[in-house]
């Protein structure tokens, strides 16, 4: 890491913060709430195409012949595509490039795409759809991970070395068995993780136009325009300066838009093609099938503890469903084990994952992308092991916090560590001591922490260029211009750059724009994923304003004959400290700027510092900073019907420092809330048939406002010695502990331990009746 | 977004306009009221229409009156909201306005109307499906396939009645007048008690045809000691359907003895199912004493055995089963409240 990436955390042209810890509105508040903003959707182009594709209605079979003469003789059809027409395969993970745009010989599941048509309106594309004939060799189709671990012909891949097998890791560090051998209690039982979708409002669209001289323009609800960019240019054959991708206003991700997807191809393809603009929609149906959500993962959990509260060891075994691609899979399979090292110090752990292909909608990064499910099991095992040794589950959690400036098990280094604080805040704020076991029947507390990466060290495709760049535009307007690759998802990333350059060069937030996520117009960021954003971003655009301030301070300076050292720029004016009366606005040493220097302008950049642990996979998981998260759930269970009624969630969140209390807030009520809802409405599963259960927001139901609990956001900062003022992430991480935290408050209430997910009510009483049965069966032979 | 097909809409005035309309689609037309069951339907293509007759401008339809009788007369074009929040259908018939009152969510109540509910198609997690969800499985017998796929082999499609009004309605004694377009043998008007209108078969479970439109919802006065309550099981706090619904009558006298007493329970078959075995078992038992707590368990009991939720809808059957019992017991809870 570079003397450039280090800004220092506290306010940088004063005593005081003047943007950076204000609640100011969002950059596109007010435009989304009036219906001012522009979605991919809202893109309407003269002469524009609408395409539709044709899925496949089996979930496993070769594809034997595709006929599209019917669809391609129906009156305003432009054109037609399938899998021979896009043969390149593609995927975000360089070494396993599973995908194809349009499948090509085979099918992975229903719902996988086959062919694309264009036509003058969807009615007529989705017409010419089912006038397409293929004709299908069906195949033996795997809905059971556990059978594709076992089974490997056929093949769901047939070219993949490992069968159906899409990833394994194995690592172990410590000496387990003297680890177990010295606890004085060791716990081992199994956890089930069912998959669960994003589910963001906004379905997946996109638009893509070509121009006369073959540059292509592709507007796409994308969180990651930059490997966008990559993979449709390499399957397309195109240079990647000659296809320009935006990313519009989006509502909604939560890693759901993370990888490339079949339409941004297509579209693109069809725009070539018929040389008009294309459009492509997906119905909420068609988004459920894009899938890549959770992972559904069945995990063994071994954990030592003794007597004193201290962890000896953990050691787990995973089977992860992947699903019918790979997608970032083998980044999952790692976070799986990875990422369970904090915060608490355990001195030896080994884990064994591994992901296995099914049949099924693919699945991929969701908010907490692969460590929500170990988190789960981890949590709940942690609160049996306080009970067994008779400790308090938060005295047991304080006991092994991991601490500040320390490393953990698998090498990763931790600076900045609020966890303590957490378990302080949520024990404070939910009434624990005095309320936890103390509650009536059907009512209780429970507990959870986590530990959470702000982006990591890994870049996808390896490369030495930087993760995050900005780029400013300064002139006589007062206008001050930032062209960022960072996508803004709704989490807030153009509105933390904003606040930057008002806090750094004294700039009223209308005084600044920020255009983001154009690659044309903005340096290349790596997006919106791993909460890296505040972090690397922020960074970058720090870097950037300090060396424009640099080039303004140095020209008012020479303006007025003095030492640079003695002009102020910060607080919207521009003054010599030692004579303060010689005084100008921001915008009047702009202009002096302008004059001295000519046309002004800057750049910044991140780059993480070498990091993570001496193996393979050792930097994957290894962030620059870590954020920690306590949860108390307050629960209420119907012991008639089984149901659980959501109270309270406490969500304390060490965020380093808030740079926008509101924007932390709201993704802390945000992540709590995505979580919880996971653990009692959600259920992504398929049928019988290996189809969808039910691909609509009815049948996959979300919680209503009725059925929230109520969410207090706890902030912590414990300032970060290389975060943009001490920042970390706040997007991911409070959704952890949500989970297991709802599970161990129903021990709380009703005495049951709830292992698999999700917390059906008929799960629970079936749990209660086996309760019932024991505790008589016990009175029985105590007597 | 899924597209609707296209239909020629009509916006008639009036009754006969509407009925004629219709009519006069071959059995190719629809009546639309609030649209919350219709357009779904047809943006699923398991309901196809040429003609949709929207009945929106036929003031005729509308309002809620207390007849001389006391009792009520109710115009199926009368919004699930104005039903639920009416202080005559609260006094009158409070199963009616409690069950009214959860269905769907706040905009569904203000766009959906009494007839429609009453009218709703049945529902299974098999047919509200997209055209490419059901031909992926050769669709099912509700529409355009052989199969049934929650009873294997089953020849006569079993999705759930899912109306919430229908077992008030049903508790209530409710009549129902229809029109259709008149012929050499009649005039198209009759009129049905609630409990003729269904029938056990899920793909169409209604005595009336698709060209026979509801004029109508007769509800007789109710006596003093009337109550009424409706309990439903859903995982949500709105917006769902019901996984089970259950309306419940008491007629007390003046000592509170129950005089007459009826349950009807929704979202099991087809058609709604009166639990006569158990309601029965309330008649003599008084509301406070040791009399009713025993009715009300053996009521419990004997609603479990007649009540046999299948795996239609969606939600565990066996778990909606076992709260048979439960709803019935709030069901009465909330007519006593």
């Known amino acids: 890491m570079g003397a450039r990436d280090q800004h220092g955390t506290g306010a940088p042209w004063g005593d005081e913060f003047r943007a950076v810890g204000k609640s100011l509105r969002k950059i596109e508040g007010l435009s989304k709430a009036t219906g001012e903003a522009v979605y991919a959707d809202d893109i309407m182009l ?55 745009a349009l499948a090509v010989d085979k099918v992975r599941f229903i719902g996988d795409e086959v062919a694309a048509v264009a036509a003058i309106d969807e009615d007529t594309a989705n017409a010419a759809v089912r006038l397409i004939e293929v004709e299908y060799e069906v195949l033996h189709s795997y809905f059971d991970p556990n059978e594709s671990l076992v089974r490997h012909e056929p093949a ?41 979708t994003h589910a963001a409002i906004e379905p997946h669209c996109a638009v893509a136009r070509a121009s006369a001289d073959g540059l292509v323009t592709l507007w796409s609800s994308t969180q990651i325009t930059h490997y966008v960019q990559r993979e449709v240019s390499r399957v397309l054959g195109l240079p990647q300066s000659r296809l320009r991708v935006i990313q519009p206003t989006l509502g909604g991700a939560f890693g759901g838009k993370s990888d490339p997807f079949s339409l941004e191809f297509v579209v693109a393809k069809l725009a070539l093609i018929t040389g008009r603009p294309v459009k492509m929609l997906w119905t909420r149906e068609e988004v459920f099938y894009a899938h890549r959500g959770r992972h559904p993962m069945q995990m063994r959990y071994k954990t030592g503890i003794k007597k004193d509260g201290h962890l000896t060891g953990v050691e787990a075994t995973i089977t992860i469903d992947g699903g019918s691609y790979s997608s970032f899979g083998l980044v999952t399979t790692y976070y799986s084990g990875q990422l369970l090292t904090g915060p608490y110090d355990f001195p030896n752990y ?97 507990v959870a922490g986590s530990m959470y990466i702000s982006g990591t060290n890994y870049p996808i495709y390896p490369n030495d260029m930087p993760q995050a760049g900005i780029q400013l535009k300064v002139d006589r307007s007062g206008l001050v211009t930032a062209f960022t690759g960072g996508n803004d998802i709704g989490q807030g990333s153009s509105s933390v750059v904003r606040t930057i350059l008002c806090e750094e060069l004294g700039l009223d937030p209308l005084d600044v724009r920020v255009v983001a996520a154009d690659t044309d117009l903005c340096p290349v960021d790596l997006g919106a994923y791993s909460s890296r954003v505040t972090f690397m971003v922020g960074n970058a655009t720090i870097d950037a304003c300090r060396k424009l301030r640099k080039q303004i301070v140095e020209a008012v300076a020479a303006k007025w004959e003095v030492d640079a050292k003695r002009v102020y720029l910060g607080s919207g004016e521009v003054f010599d400290t030692e004579q303060r009366e010689t005084k100008i606005t921001t915008r009047e040493a702009f202009e002096i700027a302008e004059a001295f220097h000519d046309t002004l302008g800057s750049t910044g950049a991140y780059n993480t510092p070498t990091l993570g642990g001496d193996y393979r996979g050792g930097s994957i998981g290894a962030s620059p900073a870590y954020s920690f998260t306590a949860h108390v759930v307050e629960v209420d269970v119907d012991v008639e019907t089984g149901m659980i009624d959501l109270k309270n969630v406490w969500v304390a969140h060490d965020c380093g420092r808030a740079l926008n209390p509101m924007l932390v807030a709201g993704q802390m009520e945000g992540s709590a809330y995505m979580g919880i809802v996971e653990a009692v409405f959600e259920d992504h599963k398929v ?72 917390f059906t009510p008929g799960r629970v009483l079936t749990a209660l009746r086996a309760k019932a049965a024991l505790d008589k069966e016990t009175k029985g032979a105590s007597c | 977004m899924l597209r609707l097909p296209q239909f020629t809409l009509e916006r008639p005035t009036t009754i006969e306009e509407a009925i004629q309309l219709v009519a006069d689609a071959n059995g190719r037309g629809r009546f639309l009221a609030g649209g919350t069951d219709l357009i779904p339907n047809l943006k699923h293509e398991f309901i196809e229409a040429d003609v949709v007759v929207a009945l929106g401008g036929i003031e005729a339809l509308r309002g809620i009156e207390v007849t001389a009788e006391g009792g009520l007369s109710i115009g199926p074009l009368t919004s ?11 006094r009158i018939a409070p199963a009616l306005a409690q069950a009214v009152g959860t269905i769907a969510g706040p905009q569904h109540r203000q766009m959906g109307t009494i007839g429609g509910n009453v009218m709703l198609d049945t529902r299974c997690q098999w047919i509200n499906q997209s055209h490419f969800w059901r031909s992926s499985l050769g669709f099912c017998l509700k529409k355009d396939g052989s199969a049934c796929h929650v009873v294997e082999g089953g020849k006569r499609c079993v999705a759930a009645a899912s109306n919430d009004s ?22 198209g008007k009759r009129t049905l008690a609630f409990d003729e209108l269904f029938k056990a078969d899920g793909a169409w479970n209604k005595k009336v045809s698709a060209d026979e439109l509801l004029t109508r919802i007769h509800i007789p006065a109710t006596p003093v000691g009337h109550k009424g309550g409706y309990a439903k099981l859903r995982m949500r706090g709105s917006i769902d359907f019901p996984l089970l619904g259950v309306a419940a009558r008491l007629d007390v006298d003046g000592e509170g003895v129950i005089e007459h007493a009826d349950i009807v329970v929704i979202a099991l078959q087809a058609r709604p199912l009166r639990v006569r075995k158990a309601s029965a078992l309330l008649v003599g038992a008084k509301l406070g004493a040791a009399s009713y707590d025993d009715a ?20 565990d059957h066996e778990w909606r089963q076992e709260m048979v019992p439960i709803y019935v017991k709030r069901a009465l809870a909330a007519a006593i409240a």
């Open chain 1, 687 to 758: 049928n019988r048939f290996g189809l969808h259960s039910g691909p609509s927001l009815l049948d996959y139901p979300l919680a209503t406002a009725l059925d929230t609990p109520e969410l207090h956001a706890l902030i912590v900062e414990s300032i970060d010695p290389e975060g943009p003022y001490g920042a970390k992430e706040a997007g991911e991480g409070p959704l952890h502990p949500a989970l297991p935290a709802l599970s161990n408050a129903i021990y709380d209430a009703v005495g049951i331990r709830l292992r698999e997910l999700p």
């Open chain 2, 80 to 90: 699930l909201v104005d039903i639920a929040e009416s202080a005559d259908v609260q």
């Open chain 2, 296 to 315: 009300l368990a053996a009521v419990m009991v004997a609603a479990y055995e007649q009540c046999h939720p299948l795996p239609n809808i969606p939600g």
């Open chain 1, 156 to 196: 769901i891949h047939p070219g993949n070395k490992h069968g159906n097998i899409s990833k394994r890791v194995e690592l172990e560090f410590g000496d387990l068995e003297s680890a177990f051998a010295s606890a004085d209690v060791v716990m081992e039982e199994d956890f089930v993780f069912h998959g669960s």
């Open chain 1, 46 to 100: 003269p002469g524009m195409l609408h395409a539709k594709l044709l899925r496949s209605p089996h979930a496993h079979a070769r594809i034997v012949s595709i006929d599209t003469s019917k669809a391609l003789a129906l009156e305003g059809v432009h054109a037609i595509i399938t899998g021979a027409d896009l043969p390149i395969c593609y995927g975000v993970i360089p070494w396993t490039k599973d995908e194809n």
């Open chain 1, 350 to 446: 080994r884990f064994d994952s591994t992901r296995v292909f099914t049949n099924k909608p693919p699945c991929g990064p969701k908010r907490g992308h692969g460590s929500v499910q170990p988190r789960f099991a981890f949590e709940i095992q942690l609160d049996e092991l306080s009970e067994a040794i008779g400790m308090d589950p938060i005295e047991v959690r304080r006991v092994n916090d991991i601490g500040e400036n320390t490393k953990t098990v698998n090498g990763q280094r931790v600076t900045s560590n609020g966890f303590g604080r957490c378990l302080d805040e949520v024990e404070r704020a939910s009434e624990w001591k005095t309320r936890r076991g103390k509650l009536p029947l059907g009512t209780g507390l429970g």
């Open chain 2, 166 to 187: 229908a077992p008030a309605l049903a508790t209530l004694a409710a009549t129902l007048d229809f029109q259709k377009a008149p012929t050499e043998y009649g005039n």
